[in-house]
């Protein structure tokens, strides 16, 4: 069921870095990609997303990188600070209430 | 707004128990969803429900799981018997079904030991 591939594993990046996570995907009918951010104790909450039909899409700090034809997507952090310290999960899915198909997730470390 | 409402939030287990889950999804929510998340496989799909109806399953790992929505207002996730390899997260979430697909709200998950 990995249809959704994410790297790196894990990412420590110093305080103002800018830490840049990616995923892959296969299945061209995807037409969702949003990102989830969790802490530890915590279920998953809806960071950002973005269709196809655009590029990029930023909200505050976060950014998605989208790459249609590389079926490619990134997430950015500017200025990362420590209260971003997270596992970040991507996913996918497609037209209606298809279930979301998630990355394998990214335990990023933001360290002063 | 309540959130999503799981519980056991932790629970302890030895092989060959039942185990029971359970969630209470956001109000008005017309689709229901129960991921397991570990280390190696990250957050899987088990099965979710429309409308209270299980529209696919095959997440789910054997015959030792299932699932039930009885009313709209409450699911729970069965695991009998349990085994070690059944240890992990679950978590249950809900989605309305309109404006954002794919918007899921999690609760805060259920920790299975199964000793």
């Known amino acids: 069921q990995q249809q959704v591939k994410q790297s790196p594993q894990s990412l420590i990046v110093q305080k103002g870095g800018i830490p840049i996570i990616n995923c892959a995907y296969e299945n061209t009918a995807f037409d969702y990609f949003p990102w989830y951010q969790q802490f530890p104790g915590k279920g998953p909450a809806l960071l950002i997303a973005i269709r196809p039909d655009v590029s990029e899409k930023k909200e505050g700090r976060f950014t998605i990188s989208f790459n249609k034809s590389a079926k490619q997507f990134s997430l950015h952090i500017m200025d990362s600070q420590p209260g971003d310290s997270a596992t970040y999960f991507c996913?996918?899915?497609?037209?209606?209430?298809?279930?979301?198909?998630f990355g394998k997730g990214t335990r990023l470390s933001v360290i002063a | 707004d309540a959130g999503v409402i799981q519980s056991p939030r932790h629970e302890v287990t030895e092989m060959g128990q039942e185990v029971t889950l359970r969630c209470k999804p956001i109000s008005g929510h017309d689709y229901l969803f129960w991921y397991r998340q570990t280390m190696m496989r990250g957050l899987e799909l088990l099965i979710y429900?429309?409308?209270?109806?299980?529209?696919?399953d095959s997440g789910m790992p054997e015959d030792r799981f299932s699932a039930k929505m009885p009313n709209a207002s409450f699911s729970t996730l069965k695991i009998q018997p349990s085994e070690p390899r059944d240890s992990a997260v679950y978590f249950c979430?809900?989605?309305?079904?309109?404006?954002?697909?794919?918007?899921?709200?999690f609760g805060e998950g259920s920790r299975l030991t199964v000793l």
């Open positions: 979430a809900s989605s309305p079904g309109t404006g954002n697909p794919g918007e899921l709200f």
């Open positions: 996913a996918a899915s497609y037209s209606g209430n298809t279930p979301l198909v």
């Open positions: 429900f429309n409308n209270n109806v299980p529209i696919d």
